[in-house]
C-alpha cells in the first residue's frame, strides 16, 4: 500500500496512528448556522477535481477554459508535479461565489471539498490492475469560528455521504487518482512533467469541450460521466505513449524520442476511446 492523497498534517496524523477512522454509521453534530454562514469561504485553498470544474462550468453555462480563466489559476503541483486548479479568489481573499448573506451562489454544483466539510478522506492504493481503492474518513480540524459543531442536528457518516451526494464525487475524484497514481508511480512523470505536457493535458482533464468539438461527440451520444470516463482512459493512454518516447514506463523505447506528435495525429489515436469508449 502506498501514495496518500491528502494534506501533509493529515498523511502525519494517518503514518503515525492518530487519525480516526470513523465508520458510516458514526454520528456527529454539524450545520452552518447564520452567524457565521461564509467564514470558511475566504482565505482557504481549495482545490478543483476534474469533475469539480466540469459540473461548476455547466452549471455557469460556461466552458471549462472559461471558469478556470474567470476562476481558476492552472498549475502544477509542487509534490506530484501533476496540473490541478486552484480556486483562486478563495485563496486570495472572498470567494468569488460568496453572496453578501454568506451563502453559496453555485451552491448545488458547489466542489467536492466544500460538499465533504467537516468531513475529511484520505485514499491509498492496494497494488493491482486496476490499483484497488482503500479510504479512510475522519473528522477535520475545527476552522477558526466555525460554530457547526455546536448544532443540535445529527449526522451519521453514511447520511452526510448521501446527502451532500460524496459518494457519487468520490468515486469520479478516485478515477482522477488513480490516474496521478499510475502516472507518478508506473510513468516516473515526475521526471520529466511539464508545463508544456500540463497545457496538452488540460482538455482531457477540464475542458471535455475542446475534445467533443473536435470529435462531434454531443452530449445526447455520450453522457457528461461517461464522456469523463473515457477521458480519464484517453489520458492515462496518452500519458503512457509520451512517457514511453522519453524512456519511462511500459513500452519504454528509449530516451531522445521525439515526445510530441502532430496534433491529428493525436487525436486520431485517441478517437476510439473517447467516440467508442474502446
Known amino acids: 500500500m502506498n501514495v496518500n ?19 458510516r454509521d458514526y454520528v456527529f453534530r454539524f450545520e452552518c448556522p447564520p452567524a457565521c454562514m461564509g467564514l470558511c469561504c475566504k482565505h482557504i485553498e481549495i482545490f478543483l477535481d476534474p469533475w469539480d470544474v466540469e459540473v461548476l462550468a455547466r452549471h455557469l453555462g460556461i466552458t471549462g477554459r472559461e471558469f478556470i480563466a474567470a476562476y481558476g489559476t492552472y498549475s502544477l503541483g509542487a509534490e506530484w508535479r501533476w496540473p490541478n486548479v486552484l480556486l483562486r479568489h478563495a485563496a486570495e481573499g472572498k470567494c468569488a461565489f460568496l453572496l453578501d448573506d454568506g451563502k453559496c451562489r453555485v451552491y448545488p454544483a458547489r466542489p467536492r471539498n466544500c460538499r465533504a466539510y467537516p468531513l475529511g478522506r484520505a485514499v491509498r492504493f492496494r497494488e493491482g490492475d486496476p490499483p484497488r481503492v ?45 490516474l496521478i497514481h499510475y502516472a507518478v508511480h508506473e510513468l516516473e512523470s515526475r521526471k520529466w512533467m511539464h508545463l508544456g505536457t500540463a497545457q496538452v493535458m488540460l482538455p482531457f482533464l477540464y475542458a471535455p469541450e475542446v475534445l467533443r468539438a ?15 470516463r473515457r477521458r480519464m482512459q484517453a489520458l492515462k ?34 478517437r476510439p476511446v473517447l467516440v467508442d469508449g474502446e
Open 5 to 23: 492523497y491528502i494534506d501533509q498534517e493529515y498523511q502525519k496524523m494517518l503514518e503515525d496512528g492518530s487519525l480516526q477512522d470513523l465508520p
Open 134 to 178: 482503500e479510504e479512510k474518513l475522519f473528522l477535520l480540524h475545527r476552522m477558526e469560528g466555525c460554530q457547526g459543531h455546536r448544532s443540535p442536528r445529527q449526522w451519521t457518516v453514511q447520511e452526510w455521504l448521501v446527502a451532500s451526494d460524496l459518494q457519487r464525487y468520490h468515486e469520479l475524484s478516485d478515477l482522477h487518482l488513480q
Open 214 to 228: 473536435r470529435l462531434n461527440i454531443p452530449e445526447t451520444a455520450v453522457g457528461h460521466e461517461e464522456f469523463y
Open 237 to 270: 493512454v496518452l500519458l503512457t505513449e509520451v512517457a514511453a518516447g522519453l524512456g519511462y514506463g511500459p513500452g519504454a523505447v528509449g530516451a531522445g524520442q521525439s515526445q510530441a506528435a502532430p496534433e491529428e495525429s493525436l487525436i486520431d489515436r485517441l
